[in-house]
């Protein structure tokens, strides 16, 4: 079997359940948080003062669209806990304490009890170029050469896979073998924090990684099931690669929908059909994400370009983040991080 059992998915489909789960376990990487029942608004209000930098998350599934976050969705404790009550209305909520850092996402298959990992990626929530706008399914990401990020260092690397062989081990010692693939998200300052898990690839995150996996997936997925997943050499090439989602106008939150999409050339690019369907031998969008190019070079200046070309030869009533993968913008992650290190 490739693909974790019902309980063992709860990692991802309750987050509630996920938190207490790594409190349990003291897995390493978990925020200050509690959680509350639709009883308890009053004990949710008194943690959100207490707090005051908060993110809110209902338990269950959202689409990646649920999570409020202080000083960007709203900019008072009060406006928290009107949200917190909104959630309450349909499910339990977790309220945590606001990371600040930098995003990314370590990915990696299991076979119950070993883990090989990917490359480290970092995703681009936000809508618009400068991580600005409402947030999505992601807009696109990229790797480096190596398989640690511009502004980490290979220390954090290991932390986080830390964390994750740790939260194996957790399920495996309550009798839920994880095989499958593991998609840890992580907020990097002094140290990786879990921001959430996921029982699957990431989209984008998969466009990025599986492009260059060395190791045949078969062999990996028949390793996965029979629990020897420590006796596979999986490797990956030591290139870079930068993915750009092209999205319909308005989207996320007003997106046009049947718009025709016309596509010339991607030429040495990867190209992944998402949201779109065919009529007439015409693709037309649906009001999700459309359609995301890879670039794949030894470098991230040459995967950019290589991804910047693709989506130049996209017409239609679409847009992109122009900036994801460029020099500019991950330089700005690096003096982040600088200055996050230095506080």
Known sequence: MFGPTKDAARIEVDKAW????????????????QVFD??????????IDEIKDVVIKPAGLTGGKGVRVMGDHFNTTEE??????????????????RLIGEEFTLQAFSDGKHLAFTPAVQDHKRAYEGDKGPNTGGMGSYNDATDVLPFMNRDDLDSAKEIMQQTIDALNSENMS??????????L???????????RFGDPEAMNT?????????DVAQHVAAGTLNTLDVTFEEKASVCKYMVPEGYPEHPLKD???????????????????????????????????VGIAEDLRKAEQRAENAVNSIQGRLYSRHDIGTEQLIQQRIDHMKVLRKG
Not at 269 to 283: A, Q
């Open 210 to 218: 599986l492009p260059l996996l060395q190791t045949d997936i078969i």
């Open 189 to 199: 300052a002094d140290h990786p924090t879990v921001i959430e898990y996921n029982a």
């Open 38 to 47: 639709q009883t308890q608004a009053v004990e949710a209000h008194r943690f």
């Open 259 to 293: 718009s025709e999409v016309t596509i010339t050339s991607v030429d040495d690019s990867l190209l992944f059909y998402s949201s779109v369907y065919e009529r007439d031998g015409k693709i037309y969008t649906t009001g999700s994400r459309a359609i995301a190019v």
């Open 178 to 187: 994880y095989k499958g693939v593991l998609y840890g998200q992580f907020m």
């Open 80 to 97: 928290a806990k009107q949200y917190t009550d909104q959630v309450l209305k349909k499910d339990r909520v977790v309220v945590e304490e």
């Open 18 to 33: 996920t938190r207490n789960f790594m409190k349990k376990h003291k897995i390493k990487g978990c925020p200050r948080f």
